[in-house]
Structures are given as structure tokens and as C-alpha cells.
């Protein structure tokens, strides 16, 4: 065979790897590109982005396109191989000899280089190809029309089950994958995931619960309400009748200091009403009530009747923003990290805040930490009560009266955390 023909042939592999690099690069940048950011681009007037966007809509054939392509390029440089080197060159054992050579340029040149490249810059390229694509896939139309024909037969030997869309914990794996490739910064992707829970909380996971209610009762004085509002520094104070479980209405510290000024001493007076619900309500429903209303707190009753809690706009708000601090409260650091590694931590913080400082899965049916403590105790605990539990170490560093307020928790050793575990396996075996 003359060298003109084999220099030809050569060039013609060439080319047939680059249009197997071009297919396999395209393939990967469409399953790979990020369609929000492509509409972005489209909205902004570019015409390649909304191109690209068509074709995704049309995915099958699309992807039915590109393999038909790759399976033509790849077989052709692998048959033109073969008689490069048994024909052109004459070398013996050629069949063998081009396979080899074509799968190793292929794998490298055809398929891991491109595909490693389109998947660093999917958007770019997938724009790029989607013109000749668009060529392509209308050429192709009657072997498209096959493939989607073969498919709907599929479809009928193997059922699929029905599409439940996205998950929240798919959304919550795209934010921190977003978070971790720079897309989002901490705050950003904090208040996302927020945002994704914020309709799954209930209200009994955030309410103040009953001890904690600064309230005043309907026969208190002027004078005695001044005092519960210059102690407690809020700006609105339940109103109860007799018992904390009766509350009737609430008081707004302007409406009382307008009132006092007049030389208004009928307390009942100046009490508005108030807002009932249960501790099963979602918070995003309560949301809701509150802004419909007009109104900015909440009792929350048991299912006897009585008083639970209560909760205001600020603590729903606070579960999607943070925590709000103004200039009259008291900023309370509820995870305190001491020299030696230790914390030291607030009993009333969210057990699960508990469980993802130290990245542990922990189970209870507690909300606080308060309630996880007494789970693992067993009773109402006491100062310098100590246990293990979940990997941690945690000992009780104050309480009030039948309260625990604070403990003291550190991580055991992985080693020592096994030893205990086995420790107690041999307790329950022993009769």
C-alpha cells in the first residue's frame, strides 16, 4: 500500500479520536452542567445558554445522539486501525498490535482527558457543542425514533416506580456540596438549610417552656407590673387569672406606660387578646397565624388544657436567621469550649446542636439538652452526677432546685469508649 494512503489513514484516525474526545467530553458536560445557572445565562440574553437548555429538555434523544456518534467514530478508528497495521504497515500480529494501540489512544485521548475537562467546565462546553449537536440530532432522527420506541417497550417490561422529585436530604447534600465548592459561604448555606427544615419544626421543638414564662396576674397592681417589666426587659407580659394555666391576654409595655400615664389602674383594661395553639403545630403554619393576626405571641396548651409554653415571632424568625440579640439581652454562650478540650454547656440548648457539635448521632425524644440528661440519668439530677453516653462524657455542674442547668461534656477516647461498651454488654449478660 503506497505511503500516501497510510499518511491519510493517519490523519483520518486523528481526526476520529478528536471527534471520540468531542462526544465523550459532551456527554459528561451535559449530565454534569448546572441547569439554574445555564437558565441564568439564558434570562440574560444568551442565545447559546437557551440552546443548551432545549437540548437538556430533550435529553433521550440528545443522549441517543452522542452514544450513536461516539459507538460510529470508535468503531471506524478501530476497523481503520486494523488496516493501518496489517495492510499499511505489515507488521505481524497487526490485528493485535492496533488493538491495543487504538484502545490505549482511545482511553486516553477519546475518553478519561476529555471527560476530566468537560467536567471541570461543563456549562462552557456543553454551550459550545450544542449547535453541532442540534445538527446532529436532527440528522439522526430516524434512529432516535427507534431508540425511543425501544425504550417505551422497556418501559413496559420493567415498571418504574413513581418519581417522588427532590428530597429535602438531596437538597440538603446539594447546599453542603455547594458550601464545600465555594459556591456558598457558611452563612449562606446556614440559612438555606434553614430554610429546607423550617417547615418539618414543630412548635414544641422551640417554645419557652412553662417555669421559664415571666407572666402577671389580673389582680396584680400598676406597680407590680412595672416591676415584672423593668425585671424581665420584654416587651410584652402574659396576663393570668388565679393560675398560669388561665391566661386570659397579654399586655404590651407601651399600651401599660400610656395607661399608667392616664392614671389607668384597671389592669383588665389594657389586656388584649391572646393566641392558643399546640405544641404539634408546624412553626411555619403558626408563621402564618401570627402575620395573619397581627400578633406576636403565642400560647402553646397541653393536651389537658393547660399552659406548656409560649412562643413568639422572634423565636420562629430566629429559626431561620439566628439567634436575634438586642440591646437589652443577655447574650448567653450555650457552648462554652474550656483550655483542655472540654465544653462547657447550657441545658437548655437544642439537643441537636448537642449532637452535631460533636458529629455523633445520638437518639432521644428529648428537644433539649436538659431532657437528654435526665433520659440518661433515669431521675432528677444533682450536682456532680457523671455518665457516659453516645461517645461522651458528661457530668453535671449545676443545677436549681429540680433543674439541671449546665454540664460539663469532652469526647472519650475511641479506645476508652469501647472498653465501656463491652463493660456493660458483660453487665447485661451476667445473670
Keep these: 500500500m503506497p505511503e500516501g494512503s497510510n499518511l491519510t489513514m493517519i490523519v483520518v484516525l486523528i481526526v476520529l479520536v478528536i471527534l471520540s474526545a468531542y462526544f465523550s467530553a459532551t456527554e459528561t458536560a451535559f449530565t454534569s452542567l448546572n441547569r439554574i445557572r445555564l437558565k441564568s ?24 445522539s452522542i ?25 505481524q500480529n497487526g490485528a493485535v498490535i492496533s488493538t491495543v494501540v487504538i484502545t490505549v489512544v482511545v482511553l486516553i485521548f477519546g475518553e478519561v482527558s476529555p471527560k476530566s475537562l468537560a467536567k471541570e467546565y461543563p456549562e462552557s462546553f456543553a454551550m459550545f457543542s450544542a449547535p453541532i449537536m442540534r445538527i446532529l440530532i436532527v440528522i439522526l432522527t ?6 425511543s420506541l425501544l425504550k417505551r417497550l422497556l418501559s413496559m417490561v420493567f415498571h418504574k416506580e413513581g418519581d417522588s422529585g427532590i428530597t429535602e436530604e438531596e437538597l440538603v447534600t446539594m447546599v453542603d456540596q455547594a458550601e464545600s465548592e465555594g459556591g456558598l459561604d457558611q452563612h449562606e448555606s446556614k440559612l438555606i438549610r434553614s430554610a429546607i427544615e423550617f417547615n418539618d419544626m414543630e412548635v414544641d421543638e422551640i417554645l419557652i417552656p412553662r417555669v421559664d414564662i415571666v407572666a402577671v396576674e ?17 416587651s410584652r407580659l402574659p396576663v393570668y387569672h388565679e393560675d398560669i394555666d388561665d391566661i386570659i391576654g397579654v399586655i404590651h409595655e407601651k399600651d401599660f406606660h400610656a395607661a399608667r400615664y392616664r392614671g389607668i ?36 396548651v397541653d393536651e389537658y388544657g393547660g399552659t406548656e409554653g409560649l412562643v413568639t415571632l422572634e423565636d420562629i424568625v430566629e429559626e431561620l436567621v439566628g439567634e436575634i440579640w438586642d440591646e437589652h439581652d443577655e447574650v448567653i454562650e450555650e457552648f462554652k469550649k474550656l483550655e483542655d478540650g472540654s465544653y462547657l454547656i447550657s441545658c437548655s440548648a437544642d439537643l441537636t446542636d448537642l449532637f452535631d457539635l460533636f458529629a455523633i448521632k445520638g437518639e432521644c425524644d428529648a428537644n433539649t439538652i436538659s431532657g437528654w440528661v435526665i433520659d440518661q440519668i433515669g431521675r432528677i439530677p444533682e450536682e456532680g452526677d457523671h455518665f457516659t453516653a453516645d461517645g461522651l462524657d458528661v457530668t453535671v455542674t449545676k443545677v436549681d432546685h429540680r433543674r ?9 477516647p475511641q479506645e476508652e469508649e469501647e472498653k465501656k461498651e463491652k463493660g456493660k454488654e458483660k453487665e447485661k449478660d451476667t445473670p
Design 265 to 300: 389602674e384597671d389592669v383588665k383594661s389594657i389586656t388584649g387578646s391572646m393566641l392558643y395553639t399546640t405544641g404539634n403545630t408546624k412553626i411555619s403554619e403558626l408563621l402564618r397565624i401570627l402575620q395573619r393576626e397581627k400578633a406576636h405571641m403565642v400560647i402553646v
Design 404 to 412: 439541671v442547668l449546665e454540664i460539663k461534656v469532652e469526647m472519650l
Design 142 to 147: 430516524p434512529v432516535n425514533f427507534l431508540f
Design 41 to 64: 445565562k439564558a434570562d440574560s440574553g444568551n442565545r447559546r445558554a437557551a440552546l443548551t437548555l432545549r437540548l437538556v429538555d430533550q435529553y433521550d434523544n440528545l443522549l441517543s
Design 218 to 234: 389580673d389582680t396584680d397592681t400598676m406597680d407590680d407590673i412595672a416591676h415584672a417589666f423593668a425585671e424581665s426587659g420584654y
Design 67 to 91: 452514544l450513536v456518534g461516539n459507538n460510529i467514530v470508535n468503531l471506524s478508528a478501530s476497523s481503520l486501525a486494523t488496516i493501518l497495521f496489517t495492510e499499511g504497515l505489515r507488521l
